[in-house]
Nanobody
Framework: QVQLVESGGGLVQAGGSLRLSCAAS????????MAWYRQAPGKPRELVAE???????NYANSVKGRFTISRDNATNTVYLQMNSLKPDDTALYYC???????????????WGQGTQVTVSS
């Protein structure tokens, strides 16, 4: 069984910074992609940033230059460093990890429980 545990959300003023963490635990053979999504009230969930097993990264245009995604393969953890935060960044942030539990198992996608980020103006 795999669990994703998120931390690091909170309330911050515009222009401030937060760092989100998401650690995968349980039966993990290998991790493919790791990503962060967010969902604001009344809006669909959107991709914020993603990183592949090879270290390639991709960002939503709205966060480019402000957010940085990184991963620690030794601890199966993905981070999202968020700088210059804006009120529009307010949302519930979810980590998303594609991983294999066994060598012959297909990759499954797992979601974290979500962590709230609120940016005040």
């Amino acid at each position: 069984q795999v669990q994703l545990v998120e931390s690091g959300g909170g309330l911050v003023q515009a222009g401030g910074s937060l760092r989100l963490s998401c650690a995968a635990s349980g039966t993990v053979f290998s991790i493919n992609s790791m990503a962060w999504y967010r969902q604001a009230p009344g809006k669909p969930r959107e991709l914020v940033a993603e990183t592949s097993s090879a270290g390639r990264t991709n960002y939503a245009n709205s966060v480019k230059g402000r957010f940085t995604i990184s991963r620690d393969n030794a601890t199966n953890t993905v981070y999202l460093q968020m700088n210059s935060l804006k009120p529009d960044d307010t949302a519930l942030y979810y980590c998303n990890v594609a991983m294999r539990a066994r060598p012959t198992a297909p990759a499954n996608v797992y979601w974290g429980q979500g962590t709230q980020v609120t940016v005040s103006s």
